[in-house]
């Protein structure tokens, strides 16, 4: 083998192995996912780019960032959180990545009620935090931003999170009372009037419940944050973008 040809031998073995570094790493420790909707807004942002602890719930063949394992159930399961921000492959279409809000747990009964959230019967406390201006369909609107705590469980708190409503009485506001079966969960957006999720079933085109070998991993820091109408290649630009970068901020 003459010197260039064992040069491009060990360059090719070198791009390989970082390649099956950078594969483990994304399938084992985290990976990093974008935001491209608004159905988590205001706790994600449209452009967000966050990183999925992929160990938080154990393994599934939905793993990988390319292809599947070839396994059956979760290795190394761990039941999730009620309040965690999953990522999750979308039941109906497991090519189609998803990132909700955990509202119900195996055996929960979830229903919303006049825009207010009830699990098992009990109405989840909110209380008022203000508004958020935003334009929809090309129109500006107004919503209404809350703090709604979630029921404590077991040994876990009661947890806070940020929700947006547009009303009490839109389309997803008042539904009938959905029971999570066993190794099943119940996702919804933090946007609730804007938010595509477990209230609708995956047949009418909607995700509904969310079986366990479709957790792909927990939602736990943004990473940065692009506004998607910026052109960060215009210089008059930069002040906007920096403060939108959301940098390293924890999810919650």
Do not use: C
């Not at 491009?8 to 491209?36: C, F, I, M, N």
């Not at 938080?56 to 190394?76: D, H």
């Not at 931003?145 to 469980?153: F, G, H, K, Q, S």
């Not at 939602?219 to 998607?228: E, F, G, K, M, T």
Request: aromatic share 8%; no cysteine; net charge negative.
């Amino acid at each position: 083998m003459n010197r260039t040809a064992s040069f491009l031998w060990h360059e090719g073995k070198g791009v390989v192995l970082a390649l099956a570094l950078v594969l483990v790493v994304r399938t084992v420790a985290a990976e990093p996912y974008s935001v491209p909707t608004p159905s988590m807004v205001p706790t994600l942002m449209v452009g967000d780019t966050l990183v999925a602890t992929k160990y938080a719930y154990g393994y599934s063949r939905y793993s990988m960032p390319i292809g599947e394992i070839p396994i059956t159930g979760r290795v190394l399961d761990r039941m999730p959180e009620r309040g965690d921000v999953i990522v999750f492959r979308l039941p109906r279409d497991p090519s189609v990545t998803y990132v909700k809000r955990v509202i119900g747990l195996p055996g929960d009964r979830i229903q919303m009620k006049e825009g207010r959230l009830y699990i098992n019967g009990a109405m989840a406390a909110r209380r008022e935090a203000g508004t958020l201006d935003t334009v929809v369909l090309g129109r500006p609107v107004t919503l209404h931003r809350y703090i709604e705590t979630l029921p404590a469980t077991g040994n876990q708190a009661g947890r806070d999170h940020d929700i947006l409503e547009m009303s009490d009485d839109d389309a997803l506001d008042n539904t009938r009372e959905y029971t999570v079966p066993a190794g099943q969960y119940f996702m919804m957006g933090d946007n609730r009037d804007d938010s595509l999720d477990s209230r609708v079933a995956a047949a009418e085109g909607g995700v509904g419940m969310v079986s366990k070998e479709y957790l792909v991993g927990r939602a736990d820091l943004v990473l940065y944050s692009r506004d998607p109408d910026t052109a960060w290649w215009n210089p008059a630009s930069w002040g906007e973008i920096a403060k939108h970068l959301r940098l390293f901020t924890q999810i919650s």
